[in-house]
């Protein structure tokens, strides 16, 4: 079983914006795998990109959204129907919960952190 990810590294150009940057980027993607944390939700950037990804998603159904908590924060509304893999509490059964919730043949990722 294979992963190839892409990692959202905000290498984003001068003028460019940036949520349809990151919605665009998702095309080539199975799923996507946003880092649900404070820094996330401090971030009204980070909130707009998950949030077109998150609309994205109800155009693309096959894409996948698999947030993955790593503190206490609540994750944001528009992610209220997903199943999210919390590695808050129990790292080990959180990565169970990924690597279950990616078993595919190949899945292409897009982490957002």
């Given at each position: 079983?294979?992963y190839e990810a892409?990692?959202?590294?905000?290498?984003?150009?001068?003028?460019?914006?940036?949520?349809?940057?990151?919605?665009?980027?998702?095309?080539?993607?199975?799923?996507?795998?946003?880092?649900?944390?404070?820094?996330?939700?401090?971030?009204?950037?980070?909130?707009?990109?998950?949030?077109?990804?998150?609309?994205?998603s109800l155009s693309?159904?096959?894409?996948?959204?698999?947030?993955?908590?790593?503190?206490?924060?609540?994750?944001?509304?528009?992610?209220?129907?997903?199943?999210?893999?919390?590695?808050s509490e129990n790292?080990?059964?959180?990565?169970?919960?990924?690597?279950?919730?990616?078993?595919?043949?190949?899945?292409?990722?897009?982490?957002?952190?």
């Amino acid at each position: 079983m294979g992963y190839e990810a892409l990692l959202d590294a905000a290498n984003i150009a001068p003028g460019v914006n940036a949520a349809r940057n990151v919605a665009n980027d998702a095309e080539g993607v199975d799923a996507i795998v946003p880092i649900i944390s404070r820094y996330l939700l401090s971030s009204s950037q980070s909130r707009k990109e998950v949030a077109s990804l998150a609309l994205k998603s109800l155009s693309k159904p096959e894409l996948r959204i698999i947030p993955v908590k790593i503190d206490d924060s609540v994750a944001p509304c528009y992610l209220g129907n997903t199943v999210y893999v919390d590695l808050s509490e129990n790292v080990e059964a959180g990565l169970e919960a990924l690597r279950v919730g990616c078993a595919t043949t190949h899945l292409q990722l897009g982490i957002l952190s």
